[in-house]
């Protein structure tokens, strides 16, 4: 009887952090919209959204109700389950990444410790490299489904270009494991909390990492299947309401989880920098300190948004030769140059 109120409570727990989770994503991503119009006013020397609330601050809001009374239109040459399916997938699997993310450490709440991790599994970067190849066909699906050639190029162009900075980025996680010897995410921040990050360690492996995350996230300069100077939209040219509405909030979760794993595999994930936790645990209490963790997570988290940001403001988009190119003659060679030193480091650090 006791195990199975143990269960219970554990069911409880992990839906409550789901939802949580889920939530914070959700509004993240909608300010993310919001930040990017007010960084991209200011680099650009304009107010930006100014109108909706303070400062603009409730113009996500007019967004999302734009959005949700829009005439929704479905092509009638389309295939309509699988038009329905695309933005789903886009969102459902920017969101599943989330669950093996450490997003802090443990509360002790009525002598439970509840942990702030949804699934600590033993493959975690595994689980995360299979849910991004399937990101893919929400794209895939969107542009075929459409019955638009422009939508159908679009979505060739995402596959392609996502099946390529996978294995580069796939090559440098190899060097990383390398070092922490596990695939756990817990027991990879966990290092990270007792040594130095693992940044120091990998500079170039994080450097590809970066630029392969945003040819995952199909950010500028890697956003050609949404090219509309070139294909009229990209591969959602004939979606509407929030179907599109889907794909774009897709965009913006990716980036937050995206930054979320960048911050947990080379930053130190939830670990507060120049600070003792053991120590500040004992005079502020243990709950606070994990509570402070989480927070110093979004604050790295927030940091790589604003990279994101800055560089779709500032740097134009590839070719798409220029986009192979990169992808296949520099950044892989550079992944195993990085894997192959790594490995030769730490045979001779054994010996």
């Known amino acids: 009887m006791d195990l199975m109120v143990i269960d219970i409570w554990l069911i409880i727990e992990k839906l409550a952090l789901v939802a949580i989770v889920v939530s914070i994503s959700l509004l993240i991503a909608m300010y993310s919209t919001y930040a990017e119009r007010k960084v991209a006013a200011y680099l650009q020397d ?49 969101l599943m990444t989330s669950a093996v993310i450490p997003w802090g450490g443990t509360l002790n709440w009525f ?54 900075y996978e294995l580069a980025m796939g090559l440098t996680l190899i060097a990383l494991l390398m070092l922490t010897g596990s695939l756990k995410m817990s027991v990879i921040v966990e290092q990270q909390i007792n040594g130095p990050w693992n940044i120091v360690y990998q500079p170039l492996g994080f450097l590809v990492f ?17 090219a509309e100077n070139e294909l009229n939209f990209g591969y959602h040219q004939e979606y509407s309401s929030m179907k599109l509405g889907f794909y774009l909030f897709a965009e913006y979760i990716a980036m937050f989880i ?23 645990s004992a005079s502020i209490g243990h709950n606070l300190v994990t509570i402070l963790g989480g927070f110093a997570l979004l604050l790295k988290v927030s940091f790589f948004l604003f990279v994101f940001i800055w560089i779709r403001w500032t740097i134009p988009r590839f070719r798409y030769d220029q986009l192979m190119n990169l992808g296949w003659k520099k950044l892989i060679p550079l992944a195993l140059f990085n894997m192959v030193i790594t490995a030769v480091v730490i045979l001779l650090l054994d010996k």
């Open 258 to 280: 995206s930054s979320a794993i960048m911050a947990t595999l080379y930053f130190g994930g939830y670990d507060i920098p120049f600070v003792n936790e053991s120590s500040l």
């Open 46 to 94: 304009r107010r930006g959204p100014n109108r909706a609330g303070p400062f603009g601050i409730l113009q996500p809001l007019a967004d999302g109700g734009k959005l949700f009374f829009k005439e929704e239109i479905i092509p009638l040459t389309s295939s309509k389950f699988l038009f329905v399916l695309g933005p789903a997938l886009a969102m459902i699997t920017a």
């Open 111 to 164: 002598e439970r410790n509840i942990s702030l991790q949804i699934a600590d599994i033993n493959i975690g970067v595994l689980y995360i490299f299979g849910v991004i190849s399937l990101s893919v066909y929400g794209i895939m699906i969107g542009g075929w489904a459409s019955n638009n050639k422009f939508s159908l190029l679009a979505g060739i162009r995402g596959a392609s270009q996502m099946i390529s």
């Open 210 to 226: 970066f630029i392969c995350a945003l040819a995952e996230t199909n950010r500028t300069p890697f956003d050609l299947p949404e």
